[in-house]
Structure formats: C-alpha cells, structure tokens
C-alpha cells in the first residue's frame, strides 16, 4: 500500500525559533499533499493544501506566513512553522493523494511541535 | 455548505459483540466517495472502509461493513466481533472538490474485555 513518512516524529523547540516538517510520499507520486493540525481528542483541521509546484491553498484562518508550505516535488512537502510560540504546540499531520478525484488520502504518521 | 457530523461522541461495546458507529453527511453531489478512517492511540490514520456512492451495494471488509442510506445521507459503520484492537478514535470523512476532505468529529470506541 501507499506510504507516507513524516520527519521528525517529535521536535521541542524554543519560543520565536522556527521548524521544519517534512512529508513524503514513499511509493508513489502525490499530485496533491495536505497538511493538517490535530488537537487532544478533537477531529483533523485542514489547514492547507498543495500541489507540486504550486503555492499552497490555505484554509481560512490559518496565517499563510508562519505556516509556509512548500510542495517541491511529487514526493515532498515542507511545512514550517515560523517564529514559533507555545500556542502553536500540536499534532501536525500530512496526508497525500495520488490523483484526482481522492480515491483516498494516505495519512503520514504524524508529528508532534512542543513549543517551550 | 458540505459537512459530516457523528453525533455519537464515545462508544463503548463489549469484546467479541457488534457495534455500530452513525455518521450522517450533507451534499448536493450525486456521485462521491465516503470513507471511514480509523486513529489509534498512535494517532496514525488508518483507512477502515470506502464507499462509493454509485454503488448500492453496501461496501465490508473483514468484519467491518457500512450501511449506506443515500437518500437519508446516512453511512454508518458496523464492526462485528469487536477486538481490543478496534479502540480508537473513528472519522467518517466526505472528500469535497480538490480532494479536501470533510471530516467528523470523531467517536471514541472502547472495547471491553
């Protein structure tokens, strides 16, 4: 089956430092990448989507420059949180899909941010 | 406006007996995918089951099946013989144009021993 990988798995970092978490698809190409914030016992937010070689489409609400989202190719995505803070502390997840429409979206195993 | 809402926040079932998790949805679409994704406490997205909805046939794997009302915009799912294994969280998820995904707000199964 497909396989998304994320890295890290978990990364503390300081107040106002950035971070960078990457997504891959490992076994096939991904027209299409998601990422997702995912709070304690709540449901998946879609926070941005994005295409290879395209900007990302963000989602209401989410500030497009402390999350920049980078699709450089069929297999990677980049999510960096800019200039970090303890709110934005949470579970990120990537997800892919290899065509359109989604037949379905393969789920990286995802990434816990604590920002101190 | 598109949503999917499970109005059943937890769940619990004994080992070994059937459960069934309710998932309704709304659109105007005639044709589309519904899908329920599993998250145990890993918190890793597992895909449960697919259904689509030219298909009347409701869809099973393994010991999971859905009931798919179209006209009442109904897709539960029911798993059979319940195992320790099946407690997580459950999402049932509606893929909205650009391959977006709808999804609930999760039930939460507890399996009993």
């Known amino acids: 089956g497909a396989v998304v990988s994320q890295h890290p798995s978990w990364v503390i970092c300081k107040s106002g430092t950035s971070v960078k978490i990457e997504c891959r698809s490992l076994?096939?190409?991904?027209?299409?990448m998601f990422w997702y914030r995912q709070f304690p016992k709540q449901s998946l937010m879609l926070m941005a989507t994005?295409?290879?070689?395209?900007?990302?489409?963000?989602e209401q609400g989410v500030e497009k420059d402390k999350f920049l989202i980078n699709h450089a190719s069929l297999t990677l995505s980049t999510l960096t949180v800019t200039s970090a803070h303890p709110e934005d502390s949470s579970f990120y997840i990537c997800?892919?899909?290899?065509?359109?429409?989604?037949?379905?979206?393969?789920f990286g195993p995802g990434t816990r941010l604590t920002v101190t | 406006a598109q949503t999917v809402t499970q109005s059943q926040p937890e769940m619990s079932v004994q080992e070994a007996e059937t459960v069934t998790l309710s998932c309704t949805y709304d659109?105007?679409?005639?044709?589309?995918?519904l899908f329920w994704y599993k998250q145990p406490p890993s918190r890793q997205m597992i895909l449960v089951i697919r259904?689509?909805?030219?298909?009347?046939q409701n869809a099973t794997e393994n010991r999971f099946s859905v009931n798919f009302q179209k006209a009442a915009k109904s897709f539960s799912l029911k798993i059979s013989d319940s195992q320790l294994g099946d407690a997580a969280m459950y999402f049932c998820?509606?893929?909205?144009?650009?391959?977006?995904?709808?999804f609930g707000t999760g039930t939460s199964l507890t399996v009993i021993p």
């Open positions: 997800s892919a899909s290899e065509r359109e429409p989604a037949y379905e979206q393969y």
């Open positions: 076994d096939f190409q991904a027209t299409t």
């Open positions: 994005s295409n290879e070689g395209s900007k990302a489409t963000y």
């Open positions: 659109t105007s679409e005639s044709d589309y995918y």
């Open positions: 259904q689509e909805a030219y298909k009347q």
């Open positions: 998820a509606y893929p909205r144009a650009g391959n977006q995904f709808y």
